[in-house]
């Protein structure tokens, strides 16, 4: 599987729009179950968000979301801010904490004016 830097930034934005959280199972148009699993959970691993995971044996894939950390949030703020989205997303592939990181400082150095 390749990162989807798109997928991953629906991901956040659905879980921002989370009101009851765990009540309902993560869905995104255009995207497998499986996808939208197998980028939550990378997502998870980098502590940008909370989530429940639920694979069945028949290879049902299913995530329950429930909340978007700070991380989350910066990561989120970093990729619609038109100065840094296009770097963000080419920097995705470098994992989402080293990412954040270096999308806040530019934004903070202001670089890209």
């Not at 699993?37 to 998870?44: G, I, P, R, V």
């Not at 997303?89 to 470098?94: A, I, N, P, Q, V």
């Amino acid at each position: 599987m390749r990162r989807n830097p798109d997928l991953i930034e629906k991901i956040l934005a659905s879980f921002e729009e989370i009101e009851t959280p765990g009540a309902e199972t993560l869905e995104i148009d255009g995207f497998s179950d499986k996808e939208i699993y197998l980028h939550t959970q990378l997502l998870a691993d980098e502590k940008m968000l909370e989530a429940k995971f639920y694979r069945t044996h028949d290879n049902t894939y299913s995530v329950l979301p429930f909340r978007l950390t700070q991380s989350g949030y910066n990561l989120l703020d970093s990729l619609r801010e038109p100065k840094t989205k296009l770097l963000a997303k080419k920097l995705m592939t470098e994992g989402a904490v080293f990412l954040s990181e270096i999308v806040k400082e530019i934004a903070k150095r202001n670089i890209l004016s």
